[in-house]
């Protein structure tokens, strides 16, 4: 059984950073491409950044130049640096495995396999 788990999530404030990770148990991150996604309260669920098994990235529009998505096979465990962070970021963030190379574009019913959830605010 794949089982994903966040941490790093918390409260900041504009303009400052966390990094999130996902750390894996039950297979290998190098068999996975991986995505984070987030959700606002009343908004719908949005890809943030994915990663490629050959580790291509990619963001959405929202958060290119300030997130960065890596991973780090032999830990099986994917990352979120956040950066220069906005109110709008503020969400619960979750990562998410897919049984395909790439996850660019993949929308989130096509993962197999979802994390709790972690928590991000920020404040102005």
């Known amino acids: 059984q794949v089982q994903l788990v966040e941490s790093g999530g918390g409260s900041v404030q504009v303009g400052g950073s966390l990094r999130l990770a996902c750390a894996a148990s039950?297979?290998?991150?190098?068999?996975?491409?991986m995505g984070w996604f987030r959700q606002a309260p009343g908004k719908e669920r949005e890809g943030v950044a994915a990663?490629?098994?050959?580790?291509?990235?990619s963001y959405a529009d929202s958060v290119k130049g300030r997130f960065t998505i890596s991973k780090d096979n032999a830990k099986n465990t994917l990352f979120l640096q956040m950066n220069s962070l906005k109110p709008e970021d503020t969400a619960m963030y979750s990562c998410?495995?897919?049984?395909?190379?790439?996850?660019?574009?993949?929308?989130?019913?096509?993962?197999?396999?979802w994390g709790q959830g972690t928590q991000v605010t920020v404040s102005s």
């Open positions: 039950g297979y290998s991150y190098s068999n996975y491409c």
């Open positions: 990663i490629d098994r050959d580790g291509s990235t």
């Open positions: 998410a495995a897919a049984w395909y190379n790439s996850c660019a574009s993949r929308p989130a019913n096509k993962y197999n396999s």
